[in-house]
C-alpha cells in the first residue's frame, strides 16, 4: 500500500513541477513566436516593397531595424520607412 502512496506522490510531484515549468516558459516563449512572426513577416513586406520600389529606382534597406519596423506597424511602417528613405538619401 506505501508503495502505491508514494508512486502516486511521485507522479504529483513531477505533474506539479511540468506545470509549474510550463507557467514559467509560457510567456516568454510567446512572446519569441510573436517577434519571429513579425520578422517574417516584415521580411515578406520589405521584399514587396522593394519589388515595387525598384521600378521607380528606389529600395529600402533590409537589415533587423527595418525588419521589425515593416513587421510590427505593417503598412503604415513601409510608409514610414519610404518617407525616410526619401528624405534621408
Not at 49 to 73: C, K, Q, R, S, Y
Request: charged share 5%; net charge neutral.
Amino acid at each position: 500500500m506505501m508503495e502505491w502512496f508514494l508512486l502516486v506522490m511521485g507522479l504529483a510531484i513531477i505533474l506539479l513541477g511540468l506545470y509549474v515549468i510550463g507557467v514559467l516558459f509560457y510567456r516568454p516563449l510567446r512572446l519569441l513566436i510573436g517577434l519571429l512572426a513579425c520578422l517574417v513577416t516584415g521580411t515578406v513586406l520589405l521584399a514587396i516593397l522593394n519589388f515595387v520600389l525598384g521600378f521607380v529606382d528606389m529600395h529600402v534597406a533590409f537589415n533587423p531595424f527595418t525588419v521589425l519596423i515593416a513587421g510590427i506597424l505593417q503598412i503604415p511602417g513601409l510608409v514610414m520607412l519610404v518617407l525616410l528613405t526619401l528624405w534621408f538619401v
